[in-house]
């Protein structure tokens, strides 16, 4: 006579198990959508700065240029805080760089019909209160030296937006004219 060993083969998980195996997967599930997140958050940060400092850096050079090349600044208004400034170029029209509301534009050509170049973008905007053109010259009063030129850039409809999306750019430069002695 044989004898017969009766083999019980439980082939399923326990509940035990499975409720584990779960609880490993909504952690994971978990970890891995706020690392994705976070990286889309970053990313979309860095464009914003990307932006401003690019509509800074294209502002800057822009007035730099102007102002380094120009053949006369009024000394009227030496060492003292303006919201614009005005150059002569020299092709003898008038340069008006200023900011006004949220904007900073240059202003040339002729007086009955100027023509209005904005320096930044519609998605940035000049912080108020911000915007500082200064024309230093030394005591008394010669001639002008430098031009210290002042403003912070932010992305437009800041207010909408959580603190760490928004973006702000101080640019601040002092120029040295060429035309003077």
Do not use: H, W
């Not at 240059?106 to 023509?115: A, H």
């Not at 911000?130 to 010669?142: A, E, Y």
């Amino acid at each position: 006579m044989s004898m017969k060993i009766k083999n019980s083969n439980n082939s399923g998980y326990s509940f035990i198990e499975l409720l584990v195996v779960i609880t490993l997967m909504s952690i994971l599930g978990t970890i891995t959508t706020e690392a994705f997140i976070l990286g889309i958050k970053a990313q979309g940060k860095g464009e914003i700065m990307k932006d401003v400092k690019q509509n800074a850096d294209y502002a800057g050079q822009v007035i730099d240029s102007m102002v380094r090349n120009s053949v006369y600044i009024d000394e009227s208004l030496c060492n003292i805080n303006n919201t614009s400034l005005t150059i002569t170029n020299r092709d003898g029209y008038q340069t008006t760089f200023e900011c006004t509301g949220d904007v900073l534009a240059s202003v040339s050509g002729e007086i009955l019909q100027p023509t209005i170049q904005p320096l930044i973008g519609s998605r940035v905007k000049v912080e108020s209160n911000s915007c500082v053109f200064s024309v230093i010259c030394p005591t008394p009063p010669l001639s002008p030296k430098y031009v210290f030129v002042n403003f912070t850039l932010s992305q437009s409809g800041t207010s909408a937006l959580p603190a760490e999306q928004q973006s702000s750019l101080e640019y601040q430069n002092t120029i040295s004219l060429r035309n003077y002695e």
